[in-house]
């Protein structure tokens, strides 16, 4: 089976910290997607990385940055965290035209 | 852009009873795939069922049928026999058949009533 870790469960995180979010796959998969979830917007996607070192932009990047130096890695930063970024983060892998697996999520609470 | 639309954000259905869950989407593409994926109350986000585009034969997972309209632009999620398990948010996703970007719906909470 595919797995997906992250980092933590839930954090919490002050105004302006710089917060690490990591993802982990087991699989091999060459795509790895970063979204945040809140109730009635669904999940957007921040940023998506197809090799190692490549990353593209999502439809909501502003306020993050992205790392993936190994392919089984993918790391969201939040450089200076603010409130508007409490969310549910989700990290998911997948190879290319397959479904997308997802970790369990990291609930963030920027206070 | 795509857009994927999920015109019920709240459903309940009776324990062994059927639920149909619709979605929607915008596409100018002819050849893509279409998803439904669940979240239980833990998060985890599971695929339900898959559809691919070309495939003019409504895919089917146990209790899990899709109707699939490619004219209509219309992908609805039928669940058969309802089960306590089943309680969950759905989302339904599209996938072009170019570039690596999935777009979701806004989701659909299911509530399963013994």
């Known amino acids: 089976d595919v797995k997906v870790t992250q980092s933590s469960r839930y954090l919490v995180k002050r105004t302006g910290e710089k917060v690490f979010l990591e993802c982990v796959q087991d699989m091999d998969h060459e795509n790895m997607f970063w979204y945040r979830q809140d109730p009635g917007l669904g999940l957007r996607l921040i940023y998506f990385s197809y090799d190692v070192k490549m990353k593209e932009k999502g439809d909501i990047p502003e306020g993050y940055s992205v790392s993936r130096e190994k392919k089984e890695r993918f790391s969201l930063i939040l450089e200076s965290a603010s409130t508007n970024q409490t969310s549910m983060y989700l990290c998911?892998?997948?190879?290319?035209?397959?479904?997308?697996?997802f970790g369990p999520g990291t609930r963030l609470l920027v206070l | 852009a795509q857009t994927v639309t999920q015109s019920q954000p709240e459903m309940s259905v009776q324990e062994a009873e059927t639920v149909t869950l619709s979605c929607t989407y915008d596409?100018?593409?002819?050849?893509?795939?279409l998803f439904w994926y669940k979240q239980p109350p833990s998060r985890q986000m599971i695929l339900v069922i898959r559809?691919?585009?070309?495939?003019?034969q409504n895919a089917t997972e146990n209790r899990f049928s899709v109707n699939f309209q490619k004219a209509a632009k219309s992908f609805s999620l039928k669940i058969s026999d309802s089960q306590l398990g089943d309680a969950a948010m759905y989302f339904c996703?599209?996938?072009?058949?170019?570039?690596?970007?999935?777009?979701f719906g806004t989701g659909t909470s299911l509530t399963v009533i013994p």
């Open positions: 996703a599209y996938d072009a058949n170019t570039g690596n970007q999935f777009y």
């Open positions: 998911a892998s997948r190879v290319q035209r397959e479904t997308q697996y």
């Open positions: 596409t100018s593409e002819s050849d893509y795939y």
């Open positions: 559809q691919e585009a070309y495939k003019q």
